[in-house]
C-alpha cells in the first residue's frame, strides 16, 4: 500500500501555549481516517497544519514533518497544497449563488478555448471554453453520485445539494490525493447525510481518494471510517482501527470519560396532563420553514420533541411563538389567550427561546459573557438592576460565575467576549441566559448544532434537569436520535404539517415514514 | 518586547499613532521657536471644552446602530433656534442660556424623532441619508432665517433690514458662561472650567444611561439587532430613540460651542460641522459600529490639541496660513481611513 499523507510528531503553540504536541499518523491510498476529539482538541490547527494556512506561518510555523507521497512538505500558501493533491470540503458552503453549478465547479481553473484568436490574448483576458467547463463539471458531478444540470444556477438549490457540489469542486481536481471534510454533516439532513456517505465511501473506494473525516457524529464515523484519530486537548490519545472501537469507547477517548446519554423511565403517561400551550390553526411565515394551520398540544411538565427534515417547518414553530416570524392562528398558554407577534410579552408571560441560529439571534458577540446571560432577566424582568435601575455589574458577575461553574463555559472570566468562545461554549452562555429569566416553557431549537460531545452532554442532561424541576420544554432538533433519548414525545412535522405524534419506543420505520408524509 | 512594543502600537491604531506624534512634535516645535505654550495649551483646552458635547453627540447613533450621524446639523440648528428664542426677548445671562438649551433639548426631541422615523426607511444607507438630511435642512433653514418674525435689532440686519445676520454676537447675552464658571489659572494657563465641568457631567450621565435597561436596549439592537428582537425590544423603536438622543445631544452641544465662542453663526455655517466632530471622535478610536466614552474624550483632546497648535507651529515655520487647508485634510481623511475599514485593535 503507498502512504500519501504521513505526518510525523506535529507539534504547534500558539504565544507558547502548546495546542498540538507530538501527532503522528498516515494515511494511505484509498483509506478513509476520522479524526475525532472536542471542540478545542485541535482538529482545526491540523488541517491548517495540513494546508499551511497563512496563520501557522504568522505565528511562527509548527514542529514535526508533513509528508505527502515521501516527500517532506511545509506548504507556505493553501494553493501550493490545493496544488500538491490536496482537497478541502468546507463547514460553511464557499459558492457563489449568481453563478451556475458547473461555473463555481470550475472557478478559476476554467479550461480555455482552443480556438486561433486566444493564443494572441493576454494571459487573464483569454477566451473560456464553456462546453469544456459542461462536460468537466458534469463529470465530476457523476463521480459523487448527483444527478443535477451544471447549467443551474446555485441560486435556490438546497443545503444538501450546495454541499454535494462542493465536494464536486475538490474531486474535479485532476491530481487529487487527499480530501478532508470538516463536519460536513452538520447542516444536512440524515438522508442527506448517508447520501453523503455513500459518495465518500466511493470516492476512497473506488477512486482511491484518501479521506480525512471530521465530524462530532460518530454514527457516521463508526458507519465510514476505517481508521480513528483520537485528539484530547492538542493530544494525540491514538491512532485505532475502526472495528476495535465501539461508539462508547470512541467517546470516552475523546472526552476521557464515559459519556452516558440515556432517558429515565417514565413514571406518567403525558397525556393525562393538563395541556399548557394548546395551538389551533397555527400557522408561521417563515422562509424555508412555513407552518401550515397545524394544531399541538403541549402538556404540562414535559419534553416535547419536533422533528423532521430540514425545510419541511420545524423551525417555524419555536420561532412563530417566540414572535420573531410573523405567525397567525389560535393560541392558548395557561388558560389564557396568548398574543402572538409580540415577543416582549412571550418573554414576560414566561416562554424561554433558545434560537437555532446561535450567531445572529442568541448573542451579542462583542459584549461580555456577563452582560450576555444577564441580558434576558435584567430586560424583560429588571433583575440584575441596582436601586438606581442601573445594571448591577457585582451581581450580574456573580450570577455569571455561578452559569460558568455550572454549565463548565471554558472562558478566560465572565469578562470575555462571546465571539472568542467556541461554538460549545457559545451554546452554553445562550441556555444560560434563556434559563436565568426563569422560564416556564422553555423552546429549544437545535441546541447541539455543532457542539461537540462533551457539552453537548452537559446541555441535554441540563435540559433534563430543568424538565425535572418542572419546565416544559418543547424541543426542535433534526437528530432523531437525540430526540428519542430526551422526549416525552416526539411531533414529526413534514410539509409544513403535523405528520405525526410518535413515542420514543416507536420504530424507526415508523419515523421514517411520518418524516416523508 | 520590541514585539510588545509593536503589538500595543496596533492596538492604539496606527493612525492614531501618528497624530499623537506628530502633535507632540508639533509641541516640541512650537518650544524650539519659543511660543506661548501656556496660551497654546489655555485655546486647546478653550476648544476641548467647546466640541466636547457634539462628539458626544455621536455616541447614541453609534451605539444605536445608526453609524456615525452625519445628520448632526439637524440637532445643531435645533440649538441655534434655541438660542435666537431666547435671544428675541433678550433673556440673557443665566436664564438666556439655561432657555436656550431648554428650547433646544425640546426642538431636539421632536427633530430628532422624525430623523429617526426616516432612518428606519433606510437601513444600511444611515450615513449617506444622514449626510443630505443635513445639506438640506442647512439649506432649508437659510430662507427661515431670512424670512422668521424675528424682530430684535441686535438680530436682524442693520438699518431696518429683514431677516437673520450671519453672525451674531452673544456679548450681550452670555458671552462664556460656563468656559469663565469658576475658571481659574495656574502657570498662566486658563482652565475653562464651566465647560470642561459640563462636558465630563455629560459624559458621566451619558455612560450611566448605558447601563440603564433603556440604553442597555439601544446598545443591545445597534450590536445585533436580532438578538435584540428575540428579547422583546422593538428594534425600530430604539433606533428612534439613539437617533432623538443624538439630535438632543447635539442641540446642547451647540449652544456651549457657541457660549465658547461667544457668537451665533447661521446660514451655510453648520454644513460642514458634522465632518470635524464625526473626525475627533474616529481619531479617538471608534469605528462605525463601535464608540466608547474614552474614544469621545481621548479623539476630542487629541483632535482639538492638534488644530489649536498647528496653525501658529506651523505659520512659524512655513509663514504662511496652511492650517484651515490641513484641518479640512486631517477631518476628511480620517473620516475616509476609518469608513474603508481600516482597523486598529478589533483587525
Known amino acids: 500500500m503507498s502512504l500519501v499523507l504521513e505526518l510525523k510528531n506535529i507539534s504547534k503553540s500558539y504565544n507558547g501555549n502548546p495546542v498540538l504536541k507530538g501527532i503522528s499518523f498516515a494515511l494511505q491510498k484509498g483509506e478513509v481516517r476520522a479524526v475525532i476529539g472536542e471542540n478545542g482538541a485541535g482538529k482545526s490547527t491540523l488541517m491548517n497544519i495540513i494546508f499551511g494556512m497563512p496563520v501557522i506561518h504568522q505565528s511562527g510555523g509548527f514542529e514535526g514533518e508533513c509528508l505527502i507521497d515521501g516527500h517532506v512538505v511545509n506548504f507556505q500558501k493553501p494553493q501550493h497544497a490545493m496544488a500538491a493533491g490536496l482537497g478541502m470540503v468546507h463547514q460553511e458552503f464557499m459558492l457563489i449563488p449568481g453563478l451556475k453549478v458547473s461555473e463555481n465547479i470550475k472557478l478559476n481553473r476554467e479550461p480555455l478555448s482552443s480556438k486561433s484568436f486566444n493564443r494572441f490574448l493576454p494571459g487573464k483576458l483569454k477566451v473560456i471554453d464553456n462546453e469544456q467547463i459542461h462536460k468537466d463539471s458534469l463529470k465530476a458531478l457523476q463521480k459523487v453520485g448527483m444527478d443535477l444540470d451544471p447549467d443551474q444556477l446555485i441560486k435556490g438549490l438546497s443545503v444538501g445539494h450546495l454541499q454535494f457540489i462542493e465536494i464536486a469542486r475538490e474531486v474535479d481536481h485532476q491530481n487529487l490525493k487527499v480530501l478532508v471534510f470538516d463536519e460536513p454533516t452538520a447542516v444536512l439532513t440524515e438522508s442527506e447525510a448517508s447520501q453523503l456517505l455513500n459518495t465518500i465511501r466511493h470516492l476512497a473506494k473506488d477512486l482511491g481518494i484518501a479521506v480525512l473525516f471530521i465530524s462530532h457524529r460518530l454514527d457516521e464515523v463508526k458507519e465510514i471510517a476505517d481508521t480513528v484519530t483520537v485528539l484530547r486537548d492538542g493530544e494525540l490519545i491514538g491512532n485505532y482501527r475502526c472495528e476495535d472501537l465501539d461508539k462508547k469507547e470512541m467517546a470516552r477517548l475523546m472526552v476521557g470519560r464515559a459519556v452516558n446519554i440515556r432517558r429515565d423511565q417514565e413514571q406518567e403517561s403525558p397525556n393525562a396532563r393538563q395541556n399548557i400551550m394548546t395551538l389551533k390553526n397555527f400557522s408561521v411565515r417563515m422562509p424555508g420553514e412555513n407552518l401550515q394551520d397545524i394544531d399541538l398540544e403541549i402538556k404540562q411538565g414535559e419534553i416535547l420533541g419536533i422533528g423532521g427534515l430540514a425545510g419541511q417547518g420545524k423551525l417555524g414553530l419555536a420561532n412563530g411563538i417566540a414572535g420573531l416570524m410573523p405567525a397567525s392562528g389560535n393560541v392558548i398558554f395557561e388558560g389564557q389567550a396568548f398574543s402572538l407577534n409580540d415577543p416582549k410579552q412571550a418573554l414576560q408571560n414566561g416562554l424561554g427561546f433558545l434560537s437555532e441560529d446561535r450567531k445572529q439571534t442568541g448573542l451579542l458577540l462583542d459584549e461580555s459573557i456577563t452582560h450576555n446571560i444577564c441580558f434576558t432577566a435584567s430586560h424583560v424582568l429588571g433583575r440584575f438592576q441596582n436601586r438606581f435601575g442601573l445594571f448591577d455589574q457585582k451581581q450580574g458577575k456573580e450570577w455569571a460565575q455561578k452559569m460558568i461553574k455550572d454549565f463548565d463555559i471554558r472562558c478566560t472570566g465572565p469578562e470575555q467576549h462571546t465571539r472568542r468562545l467556541s461554538g460549545g461554549n457559545q451554546q452554553k452562555v445562550c441556555l444560560a441566559r434563556v434559563i436565568t429569566a426563569n422560564p416556564k416553557l422553555l423552546f429549544v431549537s437545535e441546541p447541539t448544532r455543532g457542539v461537540d460531545i462533551g457539552a453537548k452532554k452537559i446541555i441535554l442532561d441540563f435540559l433534563r434537569s430543568l424538565n425535572q424541576q418542572g419546565v416544559t420544554v418543547v424541543l426542535t432538533s433534526s437528530e432523531l436520535s437525540e430526540l428519542r433519548v430526551l422526549c416525552d414525545r416526539i411531533a414529526i412535522v413534514a410539509s409544513g404539517k403535523i405528520s405525526e405524534i410518535l413515542l420514543p419506543e416507536d420504530s424507526d420505520e415508523r419515523f421514517g415514514l411520518a418524516m416523508a408524509a | ?347
Open chain 2, 1 to 347: 518586547m520590541q514585539k510588545k512594543i509593536l503589538k500595543q502600537f496596533i492596538e492604539f491604531g496606527i493612525a492614531r499613532s501618528i497624530i499623537v506624534l506628530f502633535v507632540i512634535v508639533l509641541f516640541i516645535l512650537a518650544i524650539l521657536k519659543d511660543m506661548q505654550i501656556a496660551e497654546l495649551i489655555s485655546d486647546s483646552l478653550a476648544r476641548i471644552g467647546r466640541n466636547g458635547i457634539l462628539v458626544l453627540a455621536l455616541l447614541p447613533g453609534v451605539r444605536g446602530g445608526i453609524g456615525l450621524n452625519f445628520g448632526l446639523p439637524l440637532g445643531i440648528i435645533c440649538g441655534l433656534i434655541g438660542m435666537l428664542v431666547g435671544m428675541e426677548f433678550d433673556w440673557t445671562g443665566l436664564s438666556g442660556f439655561v432657555s436656550a438649551l431648554s428650547i433646544a433639548g425640546g426642538l431636539g426631541v421632536l427633530a430628532g424623532w422624525g430623523y429617526g422615523v426616516l432612518l428606519n426607511k433606510v437601513k444600511g444607507q444611515e450615513m449617506m441619508v444622514g449626510t443630505y438630511v443635513g445639506f438640506s435642512i442647512v439649506s432649508f433653514m437659510c430662507l427661515l432665517w431670512l424670512l422668521l418674525p424675528f424682530s430684535n435689532p441686535k438680530l436682524i440686519w442693520a438699518l431696518g433690514g429683514k431677516g437673520l445676520r450671519v453672525t451674531i454676537s452673544l456679548a450681550d447675552y452670555y458671552p462664556k458662561i460656563l468656559d469663565d464658571f469658576l475658571s481659574f489659572s495656574i502657570f498662566n494657563v486658563t482652565i475653562p472650567f464651566g465647560s470642561l465641568l459640563f462636558f465630563v457631567l455629560f459624559c458621566f450621565f451619558v455612560s450611566l444611561f448605558f447601563r440603564s435597561r433603556w440604553g442597555r436596549a439601544i446598545a443591545a439592537t445597534g450590536a445585533n439587532a436580532q438578538f435584540a428582537k428575540a428579547n422583546g425590544i422593538n428594534p425600530n423603536q430604539t433606533r428612534v430613540w439613539s437617533a432623538v438622543l443624538s439630535t438632543v445631544l447635539a442641540a446642547i452641544g451647540i449652544v456651549v460651542y457657541n457660549q465658547s465662542f461667544g457668537f451665533v453663526q447661521l446660514y451655510t455655517a453648520p454644513l460642514l460641522m458634522a465632518f470635524p466632530i464625526i473626525a475627533c471622535l474616529l481619531i479617538g478610536g471608534a469605528e462605525v459600529g463601535r464608540a466608547t466614552i474614552t474614544h469621545v474624550i481621548l479623539g476630542t483632546v487629541i483632535f482639538q490639541t492638534l488644530l489649536t497648535i498647528a496653525l501658529p507651529v506651523t505659520s512659524a515655520f512655513i509663514g504662511g496660513d496652511i492650517s484651515e487647508t490641513a484641518r479640512i485634510i486631517i477631518s476628511n481623511g480620517i473620516i475616509l481611513y476609518a469608513l474603508a475599514g481600516v482597523k486598529g485593535k478589533t483587525a
